[in-house]
């Protein structure tokens, strides 16, 4: 099984197309970070504009390297899955394009155990995919912006509010959230494992499983009732974005920000558990459909 | 007849002078509050300030405020970001009796926290002045302002309640709760794509985000030992 599962990332690191994923987070990061670095006063006066009349801060003093690495992460967890897509989806159709699978299958190994070990690799992928973005968003922004208490805006039903955790709050809230994000993520990957299956080749699987996302994300947030309350809490994609409860901190009545809580984690649970579903399925039905696939490639 | 007269002339001369006296005792009341006052050309204060506003989530900081006669106030966060209210200038109770020609009125008698104390309105006089009207709410054992609301013509209304402790004599608070006009706080489209995590939405009564809080517990106080004018800037 080990030394299957090191064939498998050593086929996925020899693809070219792994690194583009790497390439294109790195981008979208610097980009954020020169951007914030130049102007991103503008960027908290547009955001606060409210708030200007009312309270005096030191917007630059907000602008530090956790705000920066909440607020490139909140646009790119929802690129990533395309990503994710790009290695997942080509898993069993790449080798059924390339002509290997019947070969790989002809070996002694289950194949079950086939399946399994490629979803492993890439829950390794996505793994290695929020390193880097830890790595790049977080550490790196940490280097360049410094570190202070971090604000968080959101629109909570009605209303938008604004959250600031304490610097020595927020750690540990981002490994949470980075380890939900590689849940979140996997679900990506088991999904275009199970498209790769039907697929001879990996486009097929990879535009699938970006369609399946998108279109699943706009129905996410379309807000009337009868979806939110009857299809929303049915698609995975409602809980993609659940790591940003662990920045939702929890309050005192009157308002005050309690250290080291968060304001609902039973939803962060139940979201999590949700997704593991989701993972246990999407795996169960691919070695289901592998078994009994017919394999002529 | 004439001694009716005689009679309505002395009550109504009675009743003007007794407005005088009282009126006289409200100034002299002022200028006693002035006077302790000005006894402090400059003070570092440290504390802690607890903020109430509906759509603002913070911890309790840690501050430093700052005065320096005849009007310079600034509150300043010891570590990490800060929202200060920006009426918080208010909270410099000589800005209200020091600044400025005003008229002084009585407004009788009242109670703050149980305490009796006088009402006392001032009327600046000049038109164009940015307070329209300030009520003090005057400790008359103590010449302390134990309430005070100040009404702005540009930037609403301020509300200010004071405890007492050891800096009496200098007229310092140990304890300020400030109250002020907030707007709605709206996050502008596409900013966010937020977890929903299925809490039922509550429809929250418009009115009532309409006011802030600011507490502000005062540990100690620095008076009378200089402060650099670069510390308001």
Redesign the interface.
């Known amino acids: 099984m080990l030394t299957l599962l090191q064939i498998e990332l050593y086929k996925i690191s020899r693809r070219p197309r792994t690194y583009i994923a790497f390439v294109a987070i790195a981008a979208i990061v610097f980009i954020f970070q020169f951007a914030f670095k130049v102007d991103g006063q503008s960027y908290m006066e ?2 606060l ?3 200007n ?6 917007k630059m ?2 602008i530090n390297g956790y705000f920066m690495c909440y607020i490139i992460l ?1 646009t790119l967890l ?1 690129q990533v899955p395309i990503l994710v897509a790009l290695i997942a989806a080509d898993s069993i159709s790449g080798e059924a394009n390339m002509g290997t699978l019947r070969l790989l299958i002809s070996k002694p190994v289950s194949r079950t155990q086939l399946i399994l070990v490629k979803f492993l690799a890439s829950t390794i992928f996505v793994l290695f995919l929020l390193i880097w973005m830890a790595v790049t968003a977080l550490l790196l922004s940490m280097i360049i912006f410094g570190v ?2 971090m ?1 968080i ?12 955790i ?2 020595d709050d927020v750690l540990w809230r981002y490994m949470a959230a980075f380890a939900y994000a590689t849940v979140a993520l996997t679900v990506i990957a088991a999904l275009s494992m199970f498209l790769s299956i039907f697929a001879e080749n990996s486009i097929g699987p990879i535009i699938a499983t970006v369609c399946i996302v998108l279109v699943c994300t706009i129905i996410s ?1 379309i807000n009337v009732p009868i979806i939110e309350k009857n299809v ?2 049915f698609l995975f994609t ?1 809980y993609l ?5 662990f920045f ?2 929890g ?1 005192t009545d ?4 309690i ?1 080291g809580t968060i ?2 984690w039973a ?2 649970r ?2 999590l558990f949700i997704l593991l579903a989701h993972i246990v399925i999407l795996v169960s039905a691919s070695v289901i459909a592998f078994k009994r696939k017919d394999i002529l490639s | 007849m004439k001694t009716i007269k005689k009679s309505l002339a002395t009550a109504f001369i009675t009743v003007i002078s007794m407005g005088n006296i009282v009126a006289q005792d409200a100034n002299a009341l002022v200028q006693k509050v002035k006077a302790r006052l000005e006894k402090v050309n400059d003070y570092e204060a440290a504390g802690k300030m ?11 900081a840690t501050v430093k405020m700052y005065f320096k006669k005849p009007n310079k106030l600034k509150i300043k966060s010891d570590k ?8 918080a200038v208010n909270i410099n109770l000589n800005n209200m009796v020091s600044g400025g020609k005003y008229t002084v009125l009585d407004a009788g008698m009242d109670k703050v926290n149980g305490t009796a104390v006088r009402v006392v309105k001032l009327l600046p006089d000049d038109d164009n002045a940015e307070v329209v009207l300030s009520t003090l709410y005057i400790d008359e054992t103590n010449a302390v302002i134990k309430k005070a609301k100040t009404t702005t013509r540009e930037n609403g209304s301020y509300e200010l309640e004071m405890t007492y402790g050891k800096y009496m004599e200098y007229g310092l608070p140990d304890k300020i709760i400030f109250s ?9 489209k596409g ?14 009564d418009k009115a009532k ?1 309409k006011k ?1 809080k600011a507490e502000i517990t005062i540990s100690s106080y620095s008076i009378n030992k200089g402060i650099a004018d670069s510390v308001f800037q």
């Open positions: 547009f955001i504009q409210d708030v009349d009312t309270f005096e801060m030191d003093q907000a909140n929802i202070d208490d604000l805006v959101r629109t909570k039903g009605e209303e938008a509010q604004i959250l600031l304490t610097k947030n929303k809490p409602s974005v659940g790591w940003k409860g939702y901190i309050t009157d308002g005050q920000t250290k304001e609902n939803a962060i139940k979201s | 607890k903020t109430n506003v509906t759509f603002l989530k913070v911890p309790i990490g970001v800060s929202f200060v209210p920006k009426g002020f006009n907030t707007k709605d706080y709206k996050l502008p900013v966010t794509f937020d977890f929903d995590d299925g809490e039922a939405k509550k429809i929250e985000n802030g």
